[in-house]
């Protein structure tokens, strides 16, 4: 509520006496979507925006796909894959930041427009150990419908999207959900591969309107960006309930 109200402040430093603004203006608005000299917050938007959306529909192919394999599929190192991704999943991510940048400046994705390609691969990347959720889900479907399906000559592929993705649609709302959000909230891994301001996030966006050379004026402005980048979260939220009730409602119906 306060940073929603902050965002209408006409008084941009940070310094209030009062939790309401005593004077209203939507000058900050107008200042974060047309300036381009000083943060250029719409390319910020832009570029953090593509990188979800690359991320989101990646995660979703992969887990669904990598979960199918765990799940319906027999073959000799399947159990020893599983292990080796639980294993890793119990460090922190933390860990793997420096060796990640050095692979990504190895591969040239560290300089210039190519570190939205590197930040498109880490958080796809990242993503990809939620295929143990996914394959918990795809376990529970009873695998008759499976062999079913192939006695009526379907191959693999038509069983995997016509019978086992039309059932998992609430955990590919799951996914879609984790797999946007991500790349649109991360702050460190965003900072350590982004070295010039031309190619930052929307986070390393709020936290250079915080430093020093920028708060006094864009304190204001840093709150109206906040409510700036909630609001595709808000829409993506309300998006996924829908699709997730009415399938689980088919889900019943069937």
């Keep these: 509520m306060w940073v929603f109200a902050e965002s209408f402040n006409k008084n941009t430093a940070p310094y209030t006496s009062s939790f309401f603004p005593k004077e209203w203006t939507l000058e900050n608005y ?6 381009r000299n000083v943060l250029n917050f719409p390319k910020m938007f832009t570029t953090t925006f593509i990188i979800a959306c690359f991320t989101c529909v990646i995660s979703v192919i992969f887990v669904l796909s990598v979960a199918y394999c765990m799940s319906r599929m027999r073959f000799r190192v399947r159990k020893t894959f599983m292990n080796v991704v639980l294993i890793l999943g119990m460090f922190p991510s933390i860990m793997a930041v420096t060796a990640i940048y050095f ?20 958080y796809s990347a990242g993503t990809g150990a939620g295929f143990y959720v996914m394959k918990g889900y795809m376990d529970t479907i009873p695998t008759s419908l499976d062999e079913a399906a192939l006695l009526d000559g379907c191959t693999r592929f038509q069983v995997f999207y016509k019978i086992i993705i039309p059932i998992c649609k609430p955990m590919i709302v799951y996914q879609a959900i984790i797999g946007f ?10 900072k350590v591969i982004c070295r010039t301001q031309s190619n930052y996030t929307v986070a390393l966006g709020l936290w250079l309107m915080l430093q020093k050379e920028y708060i006094q004026n864009w304190y204001a402005r840093f709150a109206a960006a906040a409510v700036v980048i909630s609001i595709p979260i808000a829409i993506l939220f309300i998006l996924m309930q829908r ?9 019943v119906k069937g």
């Design 181 to 190: 959000l991500g790349p649109w909230l991360d702050f460190v891994m965003a």
């Design 30 to 35: 107008k200042v974060l979507f047309t300036d």
């Design 243 to 251: 699709f997730y009730q009415e399938s689980m409602a088919g889900s």
């Design 103 to 122: 692979i990504l400046k190895a591969m040239g994705l560290a300089d210039g427009n190519m570190t939205i390609v590197a930040l498109i691969l880490v």
